[in-house]
């Protein structure tokens, strides 16, 4: 349930209606919007009187949420969020593009390739320092020198840094340095990792499970928010089916549908879903057309080089040339309403 306050609510209200939420046994979660405070009431068993708060001073209106998931929810908060990382905006009239390789091999390779994107039209450079990989025996990572490296990247070119965080033990170390914080496919159901997430200060970019449903990947989502952190961004990368055209098989429905029920930016990741450089950019195309907020794809001057995924990884012209295309495509459906 959402209880509305009143535009000229003083902030006296707002903290009497918490306490009243609080007293009758639930977790109120206040949010100051652009004209008036929303206060979200959490941990509610069954159905919430309406009526007993209806009536205190200051409060508009009381509205039922019926979605499980609430503060993720456009019935919590109709307008979408932006989240502000440096000096980029994220979400609802801005089009973002993370680019970088799939792991920081070496200084010169992550700087190469930043100089690069960010060149070409990169908003934020990206690159994991702790891989996840199928196998024990794969390169794992440079770990905190990949950190390190990435801070170098930020500070050569003012780019902030999307960096993975694999596991609750690290995420100390990677909140230190990244920008933003990666919750890998893997993890979008780790809710110990997603509960450390939730009391970060930094945003955190949450990528879909490789099967996880919509309801599924929103829930996670709202583990982060619950536990205070509320700048989350959403990133499809591709589900598991019987194609084998395609690593994955990008969901693009699915950017529709959350875009739709949740008020949180959506991004796209077209090199993980696609795992082929040559689907990378016209998925990317349609993506934006659908108006998703950004996307996260992957970049490397030489990539047959790459110690992973070189294969889905454009070359940097190839990122010049989809940066190109995307922005008249982004310019025709940016007025769209939700
Ligand atoms: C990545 O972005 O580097 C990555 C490992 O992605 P995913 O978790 O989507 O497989
Ligand atoms: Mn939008």
Not at 8 to 27: C, D, R
Not at 30 to 56: S, T, Y
Not at 69 to 85: A, G, P
Request: glycine fraction near 8%; aromatic fraction near 6%.
């Amino acid at each position: 349930m959402l209880v509305v306050m009143n535009r000229k609510a003083t902030p006296e209200q707002v903290n009497a209606v918490v306490a009243a939420i609080e007293e009758a046994g639930y977790v109120a979660r206040p949010m100051p919007g652009g004209e008036r405070v929303a206060i979200g009431v959490l941990h509610n068993k069954g159905a919430v009187d309406a009526d007993r708060f209806l009536l205190l001073p200051g409060v508009k209106d009381v509205i039922p949420v019926t979605r499980p998931y609430k503060l993720v929810s456009r019935e919590v908060q109709h307008h979408d969020t932006v989240i502000r990382i440096g000096d980029v905006n994220v979400g609802n009239g801005h089009l973002d593009m993370i680019a970088g390789p799939w792991a920081i091999e070496s200084e010169q390779q992550a700087l190469t390739i930043a100089r690069a994107v960010k060149e070409h039209g990169a908003q934020m450079f990206r690159g994991g320092a702790f891989k996840p990989r199928t196998s024990p025996y794969a390169f794992q990572g440079l770990g905190e020198e990949g950190l390190r490296i990435l801070a170098k990247v930020r500070q050569e070119t003012g780019m902030p840094v999307v960096t993975e965080a694999m596991d609750h033990e690290v995420y100390d170390l990677v909140e230190e340095y990244a920008d933003v914080v990666q919750i890998g496919a893997r993890n979008m159901q780790n809710f110990s990792l997603l509960r450390r997430a939730g009391r970060s200060t930094k945003p955190v970019l949450l990528k879909r499970g490789l099967s996880a449903t919509i309801d599924e990947w929103l829930m996670a989502a709202e583990y982060v928010m619950e536990g205070g952190n509320h700048q989350v961004i959403l990133c499809e990368r591709g589900v598991r089916t019987f194609a084998h055209h395609s690593r994955n098989t990008l969901d693009l429905s699915a950017v529709l549908v959350v875009i739709k029920e949740s008020h949180l930016p959506v991004i796209v990741d077209p090199s993980h879903a696609a795992g082929r450089r040559d689907q990378v950019i016209p998925l990317s195309r349609a993506a934006v057309a659908l108006g998703c907020h950004g996307l996260m794809v992957e970049v490397h001057h030489a990539p047959e080089q790459a110690l992973s995924d070189g294969a889905q990884s454009l070359y940097p012209d190839q990122f010049a040339a989809l940066c190109e295309q995307i922005r008249p495509i982004f310019g025709v459906f940016s007025q769209q309403v939700h």
